[in-house]
């Protein structure tokens, strides 16, 4: 099915090679900087895979390089803050974020700021708010899930008003995203499996979005088919490449196709999980998976029968009813496996949100953005439903 009209816009250089963020001195060059804020966390400076990116940073001739690693998994604006100023000192010319989705969406906001000028971020926050582009920004995802590196989105949260701010800007794509699966390796079975189960999320969400088109539709069809076949070998295996190389491309195309056609009520209910219980992304989305999909389920049905070729599924003989009821049941057996290798859990309450918060989680998610571009109206009562289903 072809829309009436959509586009499709991508200004950030993807480049993709097992050790590449050690070196990637050609692209550096091309970009002329010489003075570098790098942005990344404690737990993975801890890793020791941070240095040798800063050695190929100097290899590469970068006179000046400022770390700051203090982002925390939900980052806040004072943390923005306090990366912005330390880039101030040595007059950064450029962010280098390495790092899941948190550091690459504290880099966003940081960059903004660095550019820009200002205090705080929070006079930025919203939709197309920038006017003119910002410094470059390479970004190194080291987690395979949120796809961040080839998006124009940030979520900061502001710890005065307990709100999560969005910075949504064409301006915020970054300019060069470096994929190293060799990064992925360290990663745990758990956060292996909660973050591709979310870049499995954006994959479908954004097949069935309003604003789904025939790119982000090619797109979220290569991811899903790499995180069925692989998915249980990262988790299972850390040490395996190909399944890391695999997982890495499969969250980089999700991430594309998600920021182009948009996601659904998944997120709309996992962000507010994640506002209230404090559930982590990834987490939340693989639990509310399934139930967002029958949410969906009579508006989306046909649209679900078409990823069954992607999931392995041989719906040939199948009415699309059918057949889309065996993919839900896919991304369900999906769970099952992950929750029997690593533990990940599948259900609200194993994940720790209170049970009386579900009304409340219910309320938020009517008012999240992502409920916009759901294919159906998102109700209250009919999500507090399905939360208590996935409780
Ligand atoms: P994260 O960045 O919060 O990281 C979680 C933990 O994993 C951290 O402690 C980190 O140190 C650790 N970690 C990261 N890489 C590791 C590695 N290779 N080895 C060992 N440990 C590692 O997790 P995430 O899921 O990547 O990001 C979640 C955040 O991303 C949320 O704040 C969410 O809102 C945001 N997000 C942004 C976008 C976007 O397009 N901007 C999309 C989805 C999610």
Known sequence: MIPDFFQFHLPTKILFQAGI??????????????RLLVI??????????????????????????????DVPPNSEVRVVKKACELGKSIDAQGIVAIGGGSVMDTAKAANILLTHGGDLVNDYSGA?????????????????????????????????????????????????AIL???????????????TGMDA??????????????????????????????????AVAEGGNLEARSAMMVASNLAGIAF??????????????TGAIAHVPHGLANSILLPWGMEYNFDASHARYAELAPSLGIDSSKMSAE?????????????????????GLADNLREA?????DLPRIAALAVEDGSSFYNPREVVEEEVLEKLKKAY
């Open 352 to 356: 720790g949100v209170k049970e009386e």
């Open 40 to 69: 990344t966390d404690k737990p993975l400076r801890n890793t020791g895979l941070i240095e040798p990116i800063l050695l190929g940073l100097k290899n590469a001739g970068v006179e000046s390089v400022v770390v700051f690693d």
């Open 322 to 342: 059918g057949a889309a009821r065996e993919v839900i049941e896919t991304v369900r057996q999906m769970r099952t496996e992950l929750k029997k290798i690593c």
């Open 200 to 233: 499995l999320t954006h994959a479908i969400e954004a097949y069935t979005s309003l604003e789904f088109n025939p790119f982000s539709d090619a797109l979220s069809l290569r991811a899903i088919s790499l995180i069925r076949k692989f998915i249980s070998k």
């Open 21 to 34: 963020s050690k070196d990637f001195s050609n692209e550096l060059q091309s970009l002329g900087l010489s």
């Open 259 to 272: 920021d182009h056609a948009m996601v659904g009520v998944v997120h709309s209910m996992s962000h507010a």
């Open 180 to 194: 190293d699966p060799e990064l992925t390796l360290s990663m745990p079975p758990k956060l292996t499996a909660m």
């Open 128 to 176: 197309q708010t920038l006017t003119t582009s910002l410094n470059p920004l390479i970004a190194i995802p080291t987690t395979s899930g949120t796809g961040s590196e080839v998006t124009k989105v940030a979520v900061i949260l502001d710890e005065e008003r307990g709100v999560k701010l969005s910075f949504l800007d064409r301006f915020l794509y970054p300019t060069m």
